[in-house]
């Protein structure tokens, strides 16, 4: 249902869109999430799907944006100014429950898609 899509291998400075397309079923937000070697999964960004209300990691505030095409029924994750820091998995995931407000933390998350290699080059 969640497939995020779009990683790869860019120097430090440089840009990349991720992709979560999300289907069959209807998600009241979705989030975006990372785990670096060694380290625990921490929250980057999410989106709520009927307003469009965004929350973002410190880390990654203005140089990341998160965003949803209705049509498409994808979410996206546009990363710019990426460092090396940024290096990571990258996980989309959304909640088996209503969430107005889209949440920061992962244990809200009850779906969550194979993650993208997000690998940045100093």
């Known amino acids: 249902q969640l497939q995020a899509s779009g990683g790869g291998l860019v120097q430090a400075g440089g840009s990349l869109r991720l992709s979560c397309p999300a289907s069959?079923?209807?998600?009241?937000?979705v989030g975006w999430f990372r785990q670096a070697p060694g380290k625990e999964r921490e929250f980057v960004a999410a989106?709520?799907?009927?307003?469009?209300?965004?929350a973002y990691a410190e880390s990654v505030k203005g140089r990341f944006t998160i965003s949803r095409d209705n049509a498409q029924r994808t979410v996206y994750l546009q990363m710019n100014s990426l460092k090396p820091e940024d290096t990571a998995v990258y996980y989309c995931?959304?909640?088996?429950?209503?969430?107005?407000?889209?949440?920061?933390?992962?244990?809200?998350?009850?779906?969550w898609g194979q993650g993208t290699q997000v690998t940045v080059s100093s």
């Open positions: 069959g079923r209807t998600f009241s937000s």
């Open positions: 995931a959304a909640p088996s429950h209503l969430h107005f407000i889209p949440s920061k933390n992962q244990y809200d998350y009850d779906y």
């Open positions: 989106i709520s799907w009927s307003s469009g209300m965004t």
